[in-house]
């Protein structure tokens, strides 16, 4: 179970770290960012800026050295597959797609919208054709894998998100 109140902690420490020091730990762990960025593909493209904070392959590595001992502990949560805190690039459009099978259960995503320059600018859309709009600080699950979906930044600025994959069968307190 992830809740309200732990969706709430990681959004307001998002908020307040600094891309700097994010990147900065970004070094200690080198070689698993060189095999996320090369085993990515396109989804490389889709972000300008994109860190790790928790990734679940063979072995689950959380970058404790970038986060508070409160946040850390959120990230121990097993239910918990990946974390990333992205930046997508301003006037750019995702295309369609289903997010790939990649870990070793089947996922959803959380997704936490940092800053939205302009919001009524910064959408998803899914295959039934519905628009769904972001709001900052609002976390929203999306069945990614399973629904075809796109997204637009139509603004002049970068849109900035923390998200979670996590396990299909995990509670999400909204």
Not at 60 to 67: A, P
Not at 132 to 143: N, S, T
């Amino acid at each position: 179970m992830i809740s309200k109140e732990q969706l709430n902690e990681l959004y307001s420490w998002a908020l307040t770290a600094k891309d700097s020091k994010i990147r900065r730990g970004l070094a200690t762990y080198g070689k698993a960012a060189s095999f996320v960025n090369e085993n990515v593909g396109e989804f490389e493209n889709y972000m300008v800026t994109g860190n790790w904070l928790k990734m679940t392959r063979k072995l689950t590595n959380i970058r404790k050295k970038v986060m508070p001992d409160h946040i850390y502990k959120i990230y121990q949560n097993p239910e918990i597959l990946y974390s990333g805190y992205a930046h997508l690039k301003p006037h750019f459009y995702i295309k369609p797609h289903k997010d790939p099978d990649v870990y070793s259960a089947r996922y959803k995503r959380v997704q936490i919208p940092l800053s939205l320059p302009e919001r009524d600018k910064i959408y998803m859309t899914w295959e039934d054709g519905r628009k769904v709009f972001w709001e900052e600080g609002i976390a929203q699950v999306w069945h990614v894998m399973d629904y075809s979906h796109s997204g637009n930044n139509e603004s002049d600025k970068p849109a900035k998100f923390l998200f979670l994959d996590v396990t299909l069968d995990t509670e999400v307190e909204l």
